[in-house]
């Protein structure tokens, strides 16, 4: 059973009474700090070694090495009818990305 949320209603009847343009800005301002609270989650439990040669993957950055952690990132994406939404990110230029986040099919890893 979910846990009810302590000033929910109050906060509910606060946002009823705000002009358009002010629930807009409040939601614009919400969901930006949601997906960077998301992002900076994401960052802590992503699993860390030694990264990857910089020059080996698409990646632009001035660092030597690479980690996956450090490429979560945070994006804003206003649609054509104007509707805003924010999209946390992995992996852009890495090649493994995919494969922590989702993860891969058991499978025996046999010696060449």
Known sequence: MPEAIKGLDDL???????????????FVVGTRNAANTFAKEARAICPYGKGIVTQLTKVKSKKKSIH????IKTKKIKSRDGVIKYIVHAGKGLRYAHLVEFGTAPHIIRAR
């Not at 509910?12 to 002009?19: A, D, P, R």
Request: aromatic letters at 0%; charged letters at 35%; a positive charge.
């Open 12 to 26: 509910l009847k606060n946002i009823e009474g705000l002009t358009s343009q002010l629930k807009k800005d409040v």
């Open 68 to 71: 996956l952690r450090d490429t």
